[in-house]
């Protein structure tokens, strides 16, 4: 069971290029999201999916855009980079948990990305 | 808008020494506050969380309490360790899986001196 797993690690990519940021769950959650980080602004989150087939915008959606085809992908494109892009993303599930009466979310591993 | 602010933003403290941060949320409507570490390199991760209708929540060495009055809800570490040395993030959260939104405060860096 390795949980959120992303791809790639690290990436340097440059200004005008695209890319996409992969992401892979194994436990059958149903809600996705993506995140980014950055330094003094903390966790913003960009796009979301509550199930295959329905996505929708987070706080800072622009220059982002996703799909959801099955319950285990969910990847990230930049069609066009900026280095305003340039940040740490977290692809993330989400769980209720009954005990704690409120929704967990579990992070991937990051995605360290520059644009230059 | 709807946010959440954390203070300090950095905080240093002694080894044994007792550490507190501190979040205000905006939103009166948020029910669910959890708490992320996130250690250098590493995914936040959640260390402890608290629901609307409990005023203090212990675990260990880490508790959090909060004032729905007041719109606080605060962190604290009893006898730090060099192992706490990570960022911390509060988060004020409401609605049902699916249409919920979860704020982030920006971070706290907490330094344990040894």
């Known amino acids: 069971n390795a949980g959120v797993t992303q791809t790639p690690k690290f990436h340097i990519l440059k200004t005008g290029q695209s890319m996409t940021l992969q992401c892979a769950q194994d436990?059958?959650?149903?809600?996705l999201s993506w995140y980014r980080q950055d330094p003094g602004m903390g966790l913003r989150r960009i796009h979301y999916?509550?199930?295959?087939?329905?996505?929708d915008k987070g706080e800072v959606p622009d220059g982002y855009n996703v799909s959801r085809s099955n319950t285990e992908d969910f990847p990230l494109r930049l069609e066009s980079a900026a280095p305003s892009q340039t940040s740490v993303y977290f692809c993330?599930?989400?769980?209720?948990?009954?005990?704690?009466?409120?929704?967990?979310?579990?992070f991937g591993e990051g995605s360290w990305l520059t644009v230059v | 808008g709807e946010n959440v602010e954390q203070h300090p933003s950095t905080l240093s403290v002694q080894e044994g020494d007792s550490a507190v941060i501190k979040c205000t949320y905006s939103?009166?409507?948020?029910?669910?506050f959890p708490w992320y570490k996130q250690e250098l390199g590493k995914r936040p991760q959640l260390i402890i969380d608290?629901?609307?209708?409990?005023g203090e929540k212990k675990d260990q060495r880490i508790a959090v309490t909060l004032n729905k009055t007041a719109k606080h809800f605060s962190l604290h570490i009893t006898e730090t360790q060099p192992e706490d040395s990570a960022v911390y993030f509060c988060?004020?959260?409401?609605?049902?899986?699916?249409?919920?939104?979860?704020?982030f405060g920006t971070g706290t860096r907490l330094k344990v001196l040894a």
């Open positions: 939103d009166s409507a948020s029910n669910y």
């Open positions: 436990m059958n959650h149903g809600y």
């Open positions: 993330a599930s989400s769980f209720y948990r009954q005990a704690s009466g409120g929704n967990t979310i579990y």
């Open positions: 608290i629901r609307s209708n409990v």
């Open positions: 988060a004020a959260s409401k609605g049902i899986l699916g249409t919920y939104k979860y704020i």
């Open positions: 999916s509550v199930a295959a087939g329905i996505t």
